[in-house]
């Protein structure tokens, strides 16, 4: 029988660089009281209650809406013939390759009322021509629009996952009774997958609340302290102000919120039992509601491209373009000259980004691709929850002792620090992946091995992951994707870019590059386009290579009422 010794490297780096730095985060704040007080005193009155309910407004509203845009797409792509919903996917998850703090980049120019797109939006409308990022009281907006545009995506991965789960016999069945679509949909379909609903829901609400990058790019919290959420308090709070007991309060108070939810998720996936809820139908002749999900899709879809489309117009066009108003939306002119120079000065940064995302996708595939294929066959779920339970939590929940760790080790700015932190990211939401993935794995290809006395390594190594070779490829390069883009891990643990020696000093990665033309993003929009793509465009490649196995991942089992 196969030994459970492949758990251990496993247990050994989520309890390293997860459960005990979260552990010590608590244990700094309870054991220094005046630590809360950081929170209050270092910024002006009323700023502590503003980031928490923006905070809690941004992670609400944004899993809220986008939730329900990605049903209304999944919906509208699972009643299209088969062969036309690969292509629908794909184009529906293009927002989902883009990274956070690329897509804020492009989202800043679309905001500005004169020269960017909504230009015309305000005209036709008869809307005050007012920046939303630079007006207090509508910037928090700002970002939750971009928050939606962003998890739309994402969402729709979990929600498309649970109708393709649901039997043709079902369907068939309700064909044969007469219903129509929507009371298919409504009667039958949205009640069984109420569940991953309410799943995609509380995924997306709880990484919002952690979510860093947003609000950073486009707004700084700004401005004053209007769009401020708790990650910015702690970045402050660390960075700029010096004060880590308050920074550390505030990282516990964000860990703190994302438990609650968190559970909820966790016992989600967990149950077994149905959480089937009877919504009330309406019998739609199928024409109508056919082309009301068309012209809905079509809204949306536009919602969702369109920032795409003029990341790549930005990045191409001559700056003589970019200020006239009322502003031109199709290439006049091309140049290369932005993109070039953005290229070219990236290369430090490119270099550590290549090399940290290697290094944590070959520890990602070693950890998570043996763990989870124990845990998925041995029933090992406890540390399945704890390992989504740690996914879903902020990344400030962990920052304060690693920072620490690092600051003592003499590891700050170099590419060990970051080879060792990323992997928390990674490792938890591949053992996810991968756990729902080997449950459909045929339980004799490990009997025969074990028959033929093979080792618990050999039949991992030499069995296992050649039959799953595919999804092990596909969390290497997922793995990769999420090292690339991760921003507020780089700004912490690392000061300068690598500096073209070795062993190497420096370790400011890609994203750090593009932070750096959001300070001339005011005169030099074809520079900051052409940083996004830079960032972005590898992260999009490599995505469509994998995404019919994410696709198959997010098939999220349990949940179906």
């Not at 290809?445 to 030499?462: C, V």
């Amino acid at each position: 029988m196969m030994r459970k010794f492949w758990l251990v490297p496993y247990l050994l780096y989520i309890l390293g660089f997860g459960l005990i730095p979260l552990i010590l985060t608590f244990y700094f704040v309870g054991f220094n009281p005046s630590s809360i007080r950081g929170l209050i005193i270092d910024f002006p009155p009323g700023t502590f209650n503003l980031a928490l309910f923006n905070t809690l407004l941004f992670a609400t509203v944004t899993a809220l809406i986008s939730t329900l845009l990605a049903l209304i797409l999944a919906i509208r792509v699972d009643s299209l013939p088969m062969k036309w919903q690969i292509p629908m996917s794909l184009i529906i998850l293009v927002p989902y390759t883009i990274p956070f703090m690329a897509s804020s980049m492009i989202w800043y120019t679309l905001f500005d009322p004169m020269y960017g797109p909504l230009y015309y939006l305000f005209k036709v409308f008869h809307i005050p021509m007012l920046n939303m990022t630079t007006i207090p009281g509508l910037s928090i907006w700002a970002v939750i629009i971009v928050g939606i545009w962003n998890s739309t995506s994402f969402a729709y991965l979990i929600i498309i996952g649970g109708l393709k789960a649901i039997s043709k016999e079902l369907k068939e069945v309700a064909q044969i009774d007469g219903a129509s679509l929507s009371q298919y949909y409504g009667g039958v379909a949205l009640p069984y997958i109420f569940k991953i609903v309410i799943t995609a829901f509380l995924m997306i609400f709880v990484l919002q609340l952690g979510n860093f990058d947003i609000p950073y790019v486009l707004t700084e919290g700004g401005p004053g302290y209007s769009s401020t959420t708790l990650p910015l308090l702690v970045f402050d709070l660390l960075y700029f102000i010096g004060n880590f007991s308050g920074g550390e309060a505030a990282a516990a108070l964000l860990a703190a919120m994302a438990t609650l939810p968190a559970a909820a998720l966790l016992y989600l996936m967990r149950s077994t039992g149905g959480l089937y809820v009877r919504l009330p139908t309406i019998k739609i002749p199928d024409r109508l509601y056919d082309a009301s999900l068309w012209i809905l899709t079509i809204i949306i879809l536009v919602f969702l491209l369109f920032p795409v489309y003029w990341m790549v117009v930005l990045a191409f066009r001559p700056d003589i373009y970019d200020f006239i108003s009322p502003p031109i939306l199709y290439p006049i002119a091309l140049t290369g000259k932005y993109f070039i120079e953005a290229l070219s000065s990236s290369v430090p940064y490119i270099v550590t980004s290549l090399v940290v995302g290697i290094s944590v996708a070959a520890i990602t595939a070693i950890l998570a691709g043996t763990a989870s294929y124990i845990m998925s066959k041995y029933n090992v779920y406890w540390l399945l929850l704890i390992t989504m339970y740690l996914y879903s939590l902020p990344s400030t929940s962990f920052i304060f002792p690693i920072y620490i760790l690092f600051m003592n080790t003499g590891l700050l700015n170099t590419w060990w620090a970051l080879i060792m932190a990323d992997p928390i990211f990674t490792v938890t939401l591949s053992a996810w992946l991968l756990f729902n993935i080997y449950r459909d794995l045929p339980n004799e290809y490990q009997e025969l091995a074990e028959i033929e006395g093979a080792s618990s390594t050999y039949i991992l190594f030499r069995v296992i992951a050649p039959i799953t070779r595919s999804s092990w490829f596909m969390i290497m390069i997922l793995s990769f994707i999420i090292s690339w883009q991760l921003l507020f891990y780089p700004l912490i643990l690392t000061e300068t870019p690598w500096q073209f020696n070795f062993p190497p000093t420096g370790a400011q990665t890609v994203t750090i590059f593009a932070i750096e033309a959001i300070r001339s993003k005011a005169v030099e929009w074809g520079l900051l386009a052409s940083s996004a793509l830079v960032v972005a465009l590898p992260v999009m490649v490599l995505s469509y290579i994998i995404m019919g196995r994410l696709l198959e991942g997010f098939n999220v089992g349990g949940l179906k009422g």
